[in-house]
Every structure is written in structure tokens, then in C-alpha cells.
């Protein structure tokens, strides 16, 4: 049988680790060795939440009041490492620094009802824990997570640096220090038997989709957010990018199928993502509710703030939410802003062709539907009524608060008379 070592890549978006290759040696050495999904996106932008998840297989912890409530009801679907344990698997968590969370990755069975987690008290004794794991004469399934990266357990002692930016590129170049030493020893120990799949969870939003009291993830599920890596090493299987839809929801039948040879194809037109559970209370200044559908080239946003649509190949950062040029009638249909066919600049003109305006009207009523009926499923297995759903998700409302807001009511008037002139 083939080991498993599922490898969390702690607050690594797709944009980081494109934008900082000098950060990320060992990964991209890995890449070019492996199965690289392009188009992987997390299910969350909370850490716990993404674990679940994907171990699990689905969004079964909606019913949460808050993350420590109830979080052990699974309603008797069973996770990733419990099931290879079945199959007499030695299963086994190895995580460090020690997370204010990590009781709740043990009470709450993150990762499995019967998967111990040990907590390491420094580096050195992190690598040496895996080291031994790796050693072992049994089949294994380990999962390894580095959390220096999270932006919260830096640990001064080991994660040097003078200042947050330092400590900040510190805290990557040891979660890939970890990811180059873990294929070190595999290989040093024969065990090529093993597939490997490294993850990101979520990226990290500083403020630049408001303050959010201050988070910088947990936040709406902005795609800069949930687009995160997904990297299968298999000296088996073939290397090359894969750029179908992937969702955290398919990870455990995709690593079952490879273990045991058996088929699974992801054939999703649309993937779903949101920050917290149905069930958990809203915090406006903080953390409200969103919800996101993405595909391949757009992403749609739903909270209480209301819809934001952005096309995540130009707009990676999600910086321009492209509602903010239209207006929504009654009948959540959506048409192009009169005051902006004031812009003198070609460059808008020439982008917005009566084409490109067609082209996104037809995108935002496909997501809009798909967003409708992914909300409706899970408030529903929440044990929600529809309409505390439209209470706390505005769909008939365009979020005009991030690069246009000039354009909202109030400014209107003197813009148009500014571009008269």
C-alpha cells in the first residue's frame, strides 16, 4: 500500500507563492515534480474550517453556533484518517508551533475521532517527530503542518526578525524548509511508495477589503483569498499542470482514489467557499457572513453588503468589483451605470464595449444562480429559513464600497458635472 503524508501550507495563496518564488524554493522545485492544480480553491478562509473540510469531505459543521460548539457533531459521516485507519493505516498529526486552537483540533476530531495530534516544542523536535513517522515499518498517513506562516504564531524564539515583515518572510521560508526536508527523508528512507499532497488553506487579506476589526483572513471568500496551491507528489503518477476545478470538498476521494487505484474526476463547472458557519452569530464590524462562487475566470461574492463580481485573471487582488458600473433593478436584473458613459478616456470605452457589457451580465446571472441555490443548501442543512438567508445576504443589493464608492449616491452628481467640463 502507498504512505500518505498530507502537507497543510499555512496562509499560502496562489499570489504569494507566485509572487515571492524566492521564498519558496523546495515548493517549486516540488512543483516541477509533481501534479500542480491551477485552479484549486479552499472551501474557507479559516484555518480549522479548510481542515474539516477537506478531511471530511463536505461542509458538515454548519449547525455551529461558534467554532467550539457542537464542533464534534458529523452527523456519522467519518474523516480521511479515520477510514485509513480501517485499513490498518498508522495515522498520526504532527503539528508546530502549538496553535491557541489546537484543542480544538483534538475535541473537535479536525482531523479524525480516533487521530492523536502531537504538538512539538521547537523546530528541531518537529522535524525529528516526522522523521521517526517516516521511519515507520507499517503503512502511514501523516498530516504535517507548520503554522510559523500563520500570522499570529510566529514564535520569537525561532522565527527571527526585527520587524512583522521579516518575521512575516521568515515564517514561509521555514513551512518550505519543512515541505524540502520532509522529501529528504522519504527518500533518504526508501519510501517512494508515498504520495504527498500539499495545500494551502487561505491567503491573508491586509486590510485591503476593509479593516475587518482587524482579521486578516476568516474574511468573505475573496478569490486572492481561496485560490491556493494544491501540489500532488507521486513518483507514480504523471507530472504536469492540471487545470480543472478543484474545491478542498474533493481532496479526500481524490487521495482515496490514489491510494487504492480507484477513478474519481472532479467535472465541477463552479466551486463554493464561505468564511463561517450558517449558524454562527453575525458580526458586522468583524466578521460578517460571505459566500462566493467562483470558475475559472470570475468570482462571485455575496454579503450582507451585498454582490461583488470580479474577474480573478485580470483582477487576481480582487480590487475592482466590476457590479460597482452597474445598477440592479427590482428584478435583480443588472444595467450598465448611465453617469459612467461620461469618461472621456478610450481606455474605458474601448474595455467597455457593448460585447463586454453583455459578456458580464450573462456571468453575473449564471453565478448569481448558482450562488442562490448553494446558500439555499446550506442554510438549509443549517436548519435555517430561507429567509434569514435574504436577512443576512443581500441579493438585491451591489456592494459600492471599495475602488468606486465615488460613485455612490451623494457623489454622482458632482462627478457628472466634473467630466462636463
Known amino acids: 500500500m502507498k504512505n500518505l503524508i498530507l502537507i497543510h501550507l499555512e496562509s499560502v495563496s496562489e499570489l504569494i507563492l507566485k509572487t515571492n518564488t524566492d521564498l519558496f524554493p523546495n515548493i517549486n522545485k516540488i512543483i516541477q515534480e509533481s501534479t500542480y492544480y491551477k485552479n484549486y480553491y479552499s472551501s474557507a478562509t479559516s484555518t480549522l474550517m479548510v481542515m474539516s473540510d ?20 458529523m452527523g456519522g459521516h467519518r474523516s480521511l484518517f479515520d477510514e485509513l485507519k480501517d485499513r490498518t493505516y498508522s495515522v498520526k498529526g504532527i503539528i508546530w508551533p502549538r496553535i491557541t486552537t489546537y484543542s480544538k483540533i483534538i475535541n473537535g476530531h479536525i482531523l479524525g475521532k480516533d487521530v492523536e495530534v502531537e504538538a512539538a516544542k521547537s523546530y528541531r523536535d518537529f522535524i525529528e517527530c516526522i522523521d521517526e513517522s517516516i521511519k515507520s515499518e507499517e503503512p502511514f498517513a501523516l498530516f504535517i503542518a507548520n503554522f510559523a506562516s500563520h500570522v499570529s504564531y510566529r514564535d520569537a524564539e525561532e522565527i527571527k526578525g526585527s520587524h512583522a515583515f521579516a518575521r512575516w518572510k521568515e515564517g514561509y521560508r521555514q513551512i518550505d524548509d519543512t515541505c524540502g526536508k520532509v522529501l529528504e527523508m522519504l527518500r533518504k528512507n526508501g519510501k517512494n511508495d508515498t504520495v504527498i499532497v500539499f495545500y494551502g488553506d487561505h491567503g491573508d487579506d491586509y486590510w485591503g477589503h476593509r479593516l475587518h476589526n482587524g482579521y486578516t483572513h476568516a ?16 513518483a507514480a503518477e504523471k507530472k504536469g499542470i492540471e487545470h480543472k476545478l478543484v474545491s478542498s470538498l474533493d481532496i479526500k476521494k481524490k487521495i482515496l482514489s490514489i491510494l487504492f487505484d480507484t477513478l474519481f474526476e472532479s467535472n465541477r463547472k463552479y466551486i463554493v467557499s464561505r468564511n463561517i458557519y450558517a449558524n454562527q452569530k453575525v458580526d458586522v464590524m468583524s466578521l460578517s457572513k460571505g459566500y462566493a462562487v467562483a470558475t475559472e475566470e470570475y468570482i462571485l461574492l455575496v454579503s450582507i453588503r451585498g ?6 485573471k485580470m483582477d487576481p487582488a480582487n480590487t475592482c468589483n466590476l457590479l460597482e458600473f452597474f445598477d440592479i433593478d427590482g428584478k435583480d436584473n443588472i444595467k450598465f451605470s448611465p453617469s459612467l458613459k461620461n469618461i472621456k478616456s478610450m481606455h474605458f470605452h474601448d474595455f467597455f464595449t457593448d460585447g463586454e457589457i453583455r459578456h458580464l451580465k450573462q456571468i453575473y446571472k449564471q453565478l448569481r444562480k448558482y450562488l442562490l441555490r448553494e446558500t439555499e443548501k446550506i442554510y438549509k442543512f443549517a436548519e435555517k429559513d430561507i429567509e434569514d438567508r435574504n436577512r ?5 443589493k451591489i456592494n459600492k464600497s471599495h475602488f468606486f464608492s465615488i460613485y455612490n449616491k451623494g457623489f454622482t452628481e458632482k462627478i457628472e458635472k466634473w467630466f462636463r467640463r
Open 54 to 73: 477537506l478531511c471530511y469531505g463536505g461542509m458538515y459543521r454548519e449547525k455551529c453556533t461558534k467554532l467550539e460548539n457542537n464542533f464534534n457533531d
Open 219 to 234: 474574511i468573505e471568500p475573496y478569490s486572492s483569498i481561496i485560490h491556493v496551491p494544491l501540489i500532488i507528489w507521486d
Open 307 to 312: 454582490l461583488e463580481l470580479y474577474n480573478t
Open 392 to 396: 443576512e445576504l443581500k441579493f438585491m
